[in-house]
């Protein structure tokens, strides 16, 4: 038993399987890094600092917004 994208054989349709093969693993591979990437990106774009976050009160106690 060998790896997906690997010939047992060396006929044509066994090797254009192959290629296809590993041209399908290597999208895949692609696509879940370039997932992984943007997902990781938004984080870091949206991210709010704690001490941010910690002078909220403050102003909108004295300005009387709840």
């Given at each position: 038993m060998?790896?997906?994208g690997?010939?047992?054989?060396?006929q044509?349709t066994?090797?254009?399987?192959?290629?296809?093969?590993?041209?399908?693993?290597?999208?895949?591979?692609?696509?879940?890094?370039?997932?992984?990437?943007?997902?990781?990106?938004?984080?870091?774009?949206?991210?709010?600092?704690?001490?941010?976050?910690?002078?909220?009160?403050?102003?909108?106690?004295?300005?009387?917004?709840?």
């Amino acid at each position: 038993m060998t790896p997906w994208g690997l010939a047992q054989h060396t006929q044509w349709t066994a090797i254009l399987a192959a290629v296809g093969l590993v041209l399908l693993k290597l999208l895949v591979f692609v696509m879940v890094l370039a997932l992984i990437e943007t997902t990781l990106a938004k984080l870091r774009l949206f991210r709010i600092s704690g001490s941010a976050l910690m002078g909220v009160p403050q102003p909108t106690s004295v300005t009387g917004w709840y």
